[in-house]
């Protein structure tokens, strides 16, 4: 069911699970019969299939229970040959500015044994998605939009300020209130990219009257460099965070927001199924490190 929902075709599906389309059908039509409900919407003439709403719930459960699977399997592995295991970690752009390397070496100095396998990869989106998938153990990540879904101890925060052009009438203050940013500020990128953080910003713009709006045909601008050349070369207004203050090319002034304040956090995240012998460890280090 797993990989018919990745495929959304019955021919790919059993090809790489190695057997026949019929023979999936019949698979898929006995699960349905088992759960008590259609999982898969067959649309006649057509290739692809559609997951139904139950069928999407039925996927997210059996991957999380799939992933457990496959740890307790390495776990027995690892156990029986006296291997070390892997605690598979995430590190997104902004888990990058988060003190995760002295939680690390905290963890190293309690386990020295421990094998940390890295995960790198631009959004917080892609890691939360591994995490619940079983193919991450943790992540450092911005939390917003996976409260509720992801277990997370927090281990940075700041707050937000406004990256400006430096011909900006704003350059004047040495502090921007909130709400003068209202006909001006811009996100940089398409808000589906992280929306969690979209809607964190929105929450507070909105407290002032506003809201942010998505920076025109803009695709690809992942690092600081390239928001900060955004404003300098396009004239536009954007958020940024305390530590581009030391990249900040000619024709760009940052400044605090007041009135109110943006916080922004990093957290390690982790899905709370998952018992990974290290996790714990690692969980551990995080809390008694006092947050900066």
Sequence with gaps: MV????ELSFSKAARRCNVTQPHLSRLIHELEAWVGTPLVVRARGRREVELTPAGQAF?????????????????????????????????????????WQDIVNRLLARQPDARLKWHEMQASREHAEQLLAGQLDAAFIAPYGYEGRLAMQEVWQTNLVVLLPADHPLTALTEVPLAALRESLLYPVPPALNLGLFDHI?????????????????????????????????????????DYLN??????????????????????????????????????????????
């Design 59 to 99: 996927v997210v459960r059996a991957r999380r229970v799939l992933g457990e699977l496959s740890m307790a399997l390495e776990e027995a592995q690892a156990v029986s040959t006296g291997r070390a295991l892997d605690l598979r970690i995430g590190l997104s752009n902004y888990g990058r500015l988060s003190p």
């Design 202 to 242: 929105n929450r507070f713009t909105r407290s002032v009257g506003f809201e942010v709006q998505p920076a025109p045909s803009v695709i690809g601008y992942t690092n600081v460099q390239d928001k900060l050349h955004l404003v300098a070369l396009n004239g536009w207004v954007l958020l940024g965070l305390p």
């Design 247 to 292: 990249e900040l090319p000619v024709g760009v002034e940052a400044r605090p927001i007041v009135n109110p304040t943006v916080p922004f956090a990093i957290v390690l995240a982790w899905d709370a199924f998952n018992h990974h012998p290290l996790l714990r460890h690692l969980i551990d280090t995080a809390r008694t490190r006092e947050v900066s």
């Design 3 to 6: 990989v018919l929902a990745e």
